[in-house]
Every structure is written in structure tokens, then in C-alpha cells.
């Protein structure tokens, strides 16, 4: 039973397994005060174009987003996210946990529009209601379609207008970045957001995520937010070998770049299949309409979320590769598709 | 430039590297439903003859504790710790943070007695003051120091007429577990405490606690509260995985053992040397009181935290051992301090 | 300039105030100890015909709210609300500040069905999410519209089923008590909620709502959680002596019948005039859709909330009457919305 | 049974009743947005000879302190007090249920010394600790003991000197004003404090504290802070009619005066009976240390908190008094106590 259920099913890419021996028996300053993550920030910094960005590693997604938002709030500010946004509806509520309520706005193919954040912010006028603060994106979106830099800007400008920090949910960053047609790298984040994080679990690392704050007056004494919030690894330095590995070459846009392939070739067995897609996501998420009797038929090979119904007899799935899907699984799913299709 | 700074410098035992390594292109369940993670969890309840208790891996010891405590407090129940306690004192108020008081009780030698517990609480009597709820200890103490059986039974007497949830902090327990004249064992900690953690993060995993939920109405839910707090990692195997090899055959114990063992020739170095201790300690933590000139000559070839003043020439300085320590720098540093004694 | 904004325009009824006076030299117990609290208590069991339910006054809607569920709910639990939930909406993000995300669903009519809550708490299925834990309604709804005895009735069926409590927030409930054609009486909340308020302030108290907790496992230590939001009034005799004078005969609900009455007439004077309403309220609010240009005329004379715009040329306007209403006033209303029309 | 447990066993004085009755049928603005509210702010900074001050009314002095300190800090950032402290001791938890931990210094005398402040803070260095960021005073101590002008003034400099707001409750700070030998008036506050309160619940309010904010950097949306712990009235008035009548002549003044001056009476039957004093108060608390026997004795007669044993046979007692203390009553435990002595 071959897994396309997530990007997250096995360990590190061996160079960043083989970099964590290499340095094993160094003696490291604890709480990634270490050389490693010096590197690992002086390297990211370079890819960014950018010297003055904060850079700090935290171990996930989640933690990452709470310790963030409860750091960049006062007690009354809220977020703005999609209705599918992550901190919307997958992390039980850890930035209310924090205090902080997350306001939602409609997401049709997974992302905002200006237009609905304005209006969001614009019905929330005096102290009987939160004050909008943040917009949380995610870049790709949760369905894995992707913001343009042009939509970006178009974001970015909103939000300066309207006194809203933007952040980005970088999940699944790498992805983005490699993209056919993206045109939002790394430089571009820097100037178009306030703060957003490169994700490193789902892209070749066994755990880590890269907080990058841009603007000024969000970095001030972030450590001691992340200490409070449990995000301080006394080993840092795990999290910085494994950065440090990805970014000194290209290993990082490798692998991302790997995982888009083999998602494209899904995309195509579907087309070819005759079958559509939920959305037309270009990223390493596929999420193909199929006959119910095909998806039981499949999933004796395969294991995958069935993502939602879309009639009574066709569901969409969800397919998800990663930089070590395995390309044989990949044509074989693909020739189990199209034998699906024809029979 | 040796460190004795702490038990995290280095990475971990190359027997983890290994299983994390042999296993990393299986498919594993995300979130720590995956099969290593049984496997550990089935060995550790097989070392804590106890196939009742309720065992989650989290990634740190402030983590644990805040995920821990806010999982099992109600809003107006507040912690009773030691004043050295590391709840009370050095995780950036994260217990606070989730809502919840720590009350500090004096701690000589590191240690609550059950006389200063039970004044605190009954001087708690009613809704103008927080609940005292749970008892939090550390095994062993900041300090190095242990509990023994009959202190720990006495403790958990007066928790359960005050009723109190009993927890113990483990980050160090390996080197509690194997410290001379420690009566306990897992077993004792599963009859004695309502949760408690064993830290693998201090001996041999590059991350990693293992919590061991024992008391039925603490057990509810908590994956959830893992998952809000950002606990919960994605590639959860990564812990699972390093559990099972500490636990799998003795390698936790022969770590904490070696880790022990290197302390105590730095005891006999100092007892040789003609110094006393701060506290007479078992554990991998040894606190010689120097003259400041000898710490200053030391301090040139080694690194190591000077702890605290003990009066105008003298200082303690803390020592920390680990599995990973070189024993030539164990006696290099023997070596040194004799010398600087006898000059 | 005559105001229909609310009502919490006035003071207290003069019974009140005169009640305040009299018992104003003795010396009361403080903190909601004394005895006239006491007084109340017994007789509001005695309307509740509910000796076991608990009672606690504190002084305002969102204080009680948040209150009652941070009390009531654990860290990963959360409320379900209607979209136009007080909340959900209007209370600075009051529940999320204590740690719990509130939930919404659509509620035409300002009330949830039992379908919405199925679903909401239905598509809550693991540890990713927070678990939907208390339904929260309001009576009336925040539009002034009513749940009947039978509709509670489901809701109450639906609630066991889920696991869920159920909690009345009843800001209004005097008008909703006395409502033509409602059937939701005290004793019937007490059998089909675990919680509920009985609103004061805008019923004839300078302030004060006073809390009912029916479920047992509710009850357990509320003072602490009280004192602990800032709830527990010193001088809390003051609360006690108005709802004891409310409800040591029928003035409570006189005076929600007054408001009742006086709301009659103007939907009576809405209909003559030949408008229609945005909702058919049978509470102290009315709705009335109007020209903007007999809006702009109205206002000359009346203040009163466009609550929204409902074409390019109608909004919809909330009137609210309350015992302190002036008849004459409600009668130059009405004159002046029929001259309105009939220009 | 006459009582000296405490200054808010009675309602409010007369004048303040009659000020609500008067306006009762006034329509007032919501939410502290009416003209008595105004008025009120206008009459205080008329007395604090400061017209840039933020006011605002509160309900208690527990909601006062939670909330501006939850305002005025970051998640990371601490408050420190007297071990006395009312947020360490006696609120249960308020503080940290709002994510902050509340640091105590030792408090001979009730006050805390700049030494023992500065010695806290410089124990705190880095992210694994908290960061202290504000003083909390009271004004008069939870003893009954004052801050003279130039121990405030040291305090103020040192706050400035370590980055520390400085905080002062005002719950009995009439009291403090009219104090024999006080130097600390109310533009002195200002000009000494970044935020205090002037509480009027055991001054002569049925309820009712004023927040004055003095920084501006802590004004930024204080109301929404507000609506979000439940402390914005709805009826406002109710707290801006009684603080326009305590300040609009000299009311709030001769009120603490009064209670002064009877507590100064029961000092002087203290010494003339030949007792001690637990502590040198000038303020309208009084802590006779008495033989257990005689406390036994006036029990008979009289309600009062014994405070604490100080030996085997004798106990310090609290005698409070207020505006509303009865004279003869003063006299007659005078005459208890005295004739106690002599048998």
C-alpha cells in the first residue's frame, strides 16, 4: 500500500541525516545559539537577499503560527485568514488559545481577496468588536493553488492602508517556489510581507521551520517568545544542520522541485484519465474528481484523503508527493487511474 | 575549549542517528500514529510494568510541562513548586502564559518538604486566592539532588489529602534512575506520581520526552491539547523512533549510567583537591565551591557555569556530565583543578 | 431628540433605587455574601421552581459570558454560536481572550437550527480541530426573535446526543418571557439548558445578571473563577437588593411587558404606515424597513441604529423600547413615521 | 453585632444616591460615552492639575488591575510586586489567568524598597526567564502603610532606569490622601506613575474605580481592553454620576478624612489601653496586637478579621473604618477595649 496521503510520511533527505552525524560530537551553545544555526540564518539571509530580517527555527507549523501571532498581537487585535486557512480550522484552536480570535473571509480556491479582507476590516469599527490586525496567508494555499506577486502587492498595499501586519504560512513554501508561472520568491517575500516562514518538514527536513520577521518592530525580544510558548529546542542546532544543508546549495528548491514533477505527472494521468480537478493547482497537491467506484478501487493500492463529495456518486481526493515519492508509485497510480477510467 | 556547560551539547547517540536513519523512507503515519511510536510506547510501559498509563512524546521539557499542566488545571488551580523549581524560575513564566499561578515553596537542597507544601496550600482557603492543584517536582532537582522512595510516598500521602495532582519533572531522570542509592525506579514513579516525564532530550536523543500520563481523569483528550499547544509533530516518528531505541535494550540506562559515573570522578576530584559542594549530589551535576582564582584559571581551558557566589573569594560553579562526555576531558579537568589547588 | 438606541439609556427602576436607599446604612457581608444576595437567591429558586440550581449575580452580559464558558469549558473545547451571536460578534473577541474559539453557523432569524449544529459539530472529528463543547444561544436572539419550548426542546436532544451543554445567554430574557405566544417560562430553562442568564440591566437594574447554573458538574468552585475575572463585586448587596426587588413580586416581568407593549405599538405603527420588517419580532425590538429619505426625517427628531442596508434606497432601522420608555414619545413615532409615508 | 472587618459593608454615601435618583430618567450614551461620565473625567483632571491623563471608570479594583495590566504588557513581560501584593496574593490569579507571572519582592512594612526591586530585575537576564516591565504599588499597602513623595520618587527613577512602567492600586487611596503627613497628591501621581486608580467602592461608591492612565504609549485602544474583560458598563453613567458627585466638591476628600479620623481615634484607644501596633499606620486600617483572650472578649461585640497570631497568647487584629463607621460605635469598642485591658 503505496501512501500519497501527505508530504510529511518519511524521515529527512539523507544529506541533511548525514549532515546531523558529520557534526554529531561538536559541542554546541544550547537553545540555538550555535554555530550551525549561525550558518544556517547567514545562508537563508543571502537566499533572501535581504540582511536585516530576523530568522529564528522552530520545530512546527503550528508552533511557529501561535508563537508568531501571540507575539505580534495585543490582546484585542484578531487575524484575518481564509475559511480554510490552517489557523481557521486545523490547529484546535491554538491562536485562540493564545487570546487572539481569527476572523474568516470566503476563500474560493483557497485564497482572499482584497476586496473581502477590506470588507471584513471595515465592518469591525469600535471596541465592541476585535480589531483586525494580521492577515494570515498561506502561500501555497491549504488546496494548494498559489498567489501571484502582483496579487501580493495588491495584499500588501490593502494592508498598509487598512494598519494590518500580513503573514505568511509557508508550509508548504518550497512548493510555491518552484511552481511553473510563480513569480513570488524568496526577495519578494521579504518586500511584500511582514513576517512568513519557510517550512522545512514538509520539504526534506525531519522537523523545522524558518520564522523570518521583516518588519522592525515585530522582532523585539521574539525569543523570549518562543521560550515561553515551548518553541526553544535546548538543541538547536538540529534545526540549523538541517537549514544550513538545505540552503547552502540548492538541496531545498531540489527537492521541492522534485515533488511539483511528480505532481504534474499526476495531473496529467488525471487529464489523460478524462477525469477534472477540484482545482487547478499547480503546487505538490493534486486533487482530482473521481467516480466513487474508482476511488474504492484505488484505494486497495493506495492510501489518500478522500477530500470531500462533490456529487453522489464522485468525490475529489487529495494526492500530496514530496521530494521522496517514489516515481514507479507515481506511474503506477497513474496506470491504475487510466485502467479505472477505461473499464 | 571543553564544555561541561550542560547535557545538550552534543547530538545523539549514534544508535539513534542509526534507527532514524534505517527507517527513513518507510511510510510512516503522521502525528505520532505510526508505528515506532507504538513500538516505544509498548516497551516503555513494559519497563514501567504498566500497561495502563497513557504515554505522549513531545519535543521538549517546557513544552511538556506547559502542555501538561494546562491540559490538567482547571482556571483558578495553580502549581505548587520549589523555589529553584523550573517552572517557577526559567521557562519565561510559559505555565503563566496558559492561564495558570505558580506558587514557590522554599527549597533547601532543592527539595519541597511535605510541612512547607501543606502550609502553602492551607493557607489557600478561599475564592480570593488561587487553588493549590498540583505538585510539581523535578527528579532530580535543579540541583542535582533526589527524592527518595519514602520522601516521594510522604509527598504523595499529602497530595492525595490535599488533594493535589502529583507530577514529576524527568528531564534528567536517566540520571536519577541510575544515580547510587536511588529507590526510584519507573515502576515506583507510575504508583507514586499521577503524570511524569522521562527526558531523552539530556541523555542521548537529539529531542524528545516521553510523558507518561498515569491518573485515568488526566489521560482525556490530550492528543488535543498537544496539537493546540503545537506539540504534536508532524513527523511524529522521529521521537517514536529514538524512544524505542533508548528503551528497546538498556541503552537509556547505560547513557544515564556513564553520564553518572564521569560525575562522580569529578566529585573525587574535588574531594581530592581538598573543595567542598554546594549540595552533596548523586546525579550528573556536581557543584564544587572554588576559590575565585582557581574557577578563573579553569575557565581558561574549560567552560562551565559559574552558579552562584558563596562569598567575596569563593564562588560554586555547576558542572554537567553527559553520555556524550569525553573522559579525558573529565580528567584533564581533575588534572587542572588539583593543580590550581595546590598552587 | 427622543432615543430608541437601546435599552440601557436609563437608570434602575425607582423600586430599585429605593431599595438601594433603604438598605443602603446596614452592613453587609461583602463579596455577594450578604443577605439580601441570599434573598434574591431564594426567590428567583422559588420563579425557577428549582431548589438545586446555583446562583451567582455579576454585573454585566459579556462578564457573565465570559465568565460561565471559560469556567465551563477545558483549553481545546470550544462554543458554538449563530453567525449574529453576541459572542461571536460583539463582545471584543471575549471568549477567545480566555482561550476558547467560538464556532459559527448561519441563523436566519438570528437563531441556529439543530441541522447547522449538527454539521459544525459533525465535520469536528479529531485532535486537529477543537472540539465543539457548548452550544450558545441567545433568547431572544439578537434580533429580537424567539426559540420556542419545542425548538429548545430538539436543541436540548441534540446537545446530549453531541455531548454538548447548552447556555442561554438571556441579556433580554424578561421581554422574551413575556412575549405574545412564547412558551419558554423559567422552570422550562431550567430543564433544557445546563446554564442560562437572566439579564437585569436592560431590564430595569442599574446593572446586574444573574447566572443560573443547573448541571452539577458546573457548579464546582464558580466564585473562584468570579473573583478571578474581576466579577465578584465587593459591595455585592448591591446586585442582591435589585434582584431581589425585581422578583419579590411581578416587577420583573411588568416591566418586560411595559417594554413589550410599547414595541407592539410601534410594529403596529410600522404596519399602518405600510413598511415591512426586517424580522417579526414579538420582543422590545422592532425592524422596520424604510425610504432613507423617511430615515433621515425620522432622525431629526428620534436616534435609533440603521442596523442595515437592505436596497439602495431601504435600510433597514432598530427601534428598542424598555420599561422606561415614554408612551408619548413611542406615540410621536408613530405619528411621524405614518406623516413619513403618507408625504 | 457592629463590624470593623472591612470599608465597603455599606451602600453608598447619601449624596451619591441622590445624584443617581436625579438622572435616572435621563437618556444617557452607553458604554461610559455619557455626559456624567464626561463631566466626571472633566472634574478628575481639574484635580489631577492634568488634563492630558486617559480616565476611565471600572467596577472593581481585581477588573481594574487585570485589566490595564493585561493591556499594558507583553506576553513575556511581568509584573513585580510586594509579597503582599494584592495581584500576588488575593485575586486569585488574575494576573497570570491573563498570561503574565507576577514576581514578588519581600515587603517589610508592606512596601516594597527600590533594592529589592532592582535586585529582582537584574536576576533576570535573559529569554529563559521572564522580563519584569512593571511595578506594582498600593497606595496605601495592603497594611495600611504609605509611600512617602521621595520613596516614590526613588522608585519612579529606578523604573525609569530599568525600562519598568509604574503601577499604583488606589483601592483605599482616599484614605492615603488625607493621611497625617502624606505628601503623595494626585498630581503628584501623575507626575510619579505611568497608570494608578482612585477607588471609590470603599470610598463612598456603591461600586466604582477610576483608571487614570498616565503614558501615553499605554492609552492605544484601552476601551477595547475593556469590552474584552467584561469591565465596559453598559450603564456607564452609573459609575461617571458617582465619581462627578465624590469629586465635583470636596466629597471624595471628607469621606477618607472621616474614616481617618475614626480609625485614628481606635489607634489612640489602642495606646491609651497600653497595646502595640502591628504596624505604624496612618491610614483607615488599625492592626492592635491584643491578648487572645480580649480579642475573645470584643468578638462578643464586634465583627473583625484576626489578622495574625503573633505569639501563643496574643493575635494582631484589622479594624477598618470608613466613611460610613458609626462614631459611637468607635467609642464603645474604645471603651470595650480599655476595659478589657484593665480586668
Not at 501571540?70 to 487570546?99: K, M, N, Y
Not at 518562543?226 to 538541496?251: P, W
Not at 531545498?252 to 496529467?268: D, K, M, P, S, V
Request: aromatic content about 8%; overall charge negative.
Amino acid at each position: 500500500m503505496y501512501s500519497f496521503k501527505n508530504d510529511y510520511s518519511e524521515g529527512a533527505h539523507p544529506r541533511l541525516l548525514e549532515a546531523l552525524g558529520t557534526c554529531n560530537f561538536e559541542q554546541a551553545e544550547g537553545y540555538g545559539l550555535d554555530l550551525h544555526t549561525q550558518a544556517a540564518v547567514a545562508v537563508l539571509k543571502e537566499k533572501l537577499q535581504n540582511d536585516e530580517v530576523q530568522i529564528h527555527f522552530l520545530s512546527g507549523g503550528t508552533q511557529t503560527n501561535l508563537t508568531a501571532l501571540a507575539a505580534f498581537l495585543r490582546p484585542h487585535e484578531a487575524a484575518v485568514a481564509a475559511q480554510s486557512g490552517h489557523i481557521f480550522v486545523h490547529e484546535t484552536g491554538a491562536i485562540e488559545a493564545t487570546g487572539h480570535k481569527v476572523l474568516s473571509v470566503s476563500s474560493p480556491g483557497g485564497k482572499v481577496s482584497p476586496a473581502a479582507v477590506e470588507a471584513m476590516v471595515l465592518s469591525h469599527g469600535d471596541e465592541h468588536m476585535v480589531k483586525p490586525r494580521l492577515l494570515y496567508l498561506s502561500q501555497p494555499t491549504e488546496i494548494g493553488t498559489l498567489y501571484s506577486a502582483s496579487e501580493l502587492q495588491e495584499l500588501k498595499k490593502l494592508c498598509e492602508r487598512l494598519d494590518l501586519y500580513l503573514y505568511v504560512d509557508g508550509a508548504r513554501l518550497g512548493s510555491a517556489l518552484c511552481a511553473p508561472g510563480n513569480d513570488v520568491d524568496l526577495p519578494v517575500l521579504c518586500r511584500l510581507t511582514d513576517a512568513f516562514y519557510i517550512g522545512g518538514t514538509k520539504n526534506g527536513a525531519l522537523l523545522g521551520e524558518a520564522l523570518v520577521i521583516v518588519k522592525e518592530e515585530l522582532k523585539k525580544e521574539f525569543r523570549y517568545q518562543m521560550k515561553q510558548k515551548g518553541a526553544l529546542l535546548a538543541k538547536g542546532q538540529v534545526l540549523g544542520v538541517q537549514f544550513q544543508e538545505l540552503f547552502r546549495d540548492g538541496l531545498y528548491f531540489e527537492l521541492a522541485q522534485r515533488a511539483n514533477t511528480l505532481a504534474a505527472r499526476l495531473r496529467q494521468a488525471v487529464a489523460e484519465a478524462g477525469y477534472s480537478l477540484l482545482a487547478p493547482t499547480v503546487t505538490n497537491q493534486v486533487f482530482p474528481i473521481l467516480p466513487n467506484s474508482v476511488i474504492a478501487k484505488l484505494e486497495e493500492e493506495f492510501s489518500f484523503y478522500v477530500w470531500e463529495a462533490v456529487d453522489a456518486s464522485h468525490s475529489a481526493i487529495r494526492l500530496v508527493t514530496s521530494w521522496a515519492s517514489d516515481e514507479a508509485a507515481v506511474d503506477a497510480f497513474a496506470t491504475a487511474l487510466k485502467a479505472g477510467a477505461s473499464r
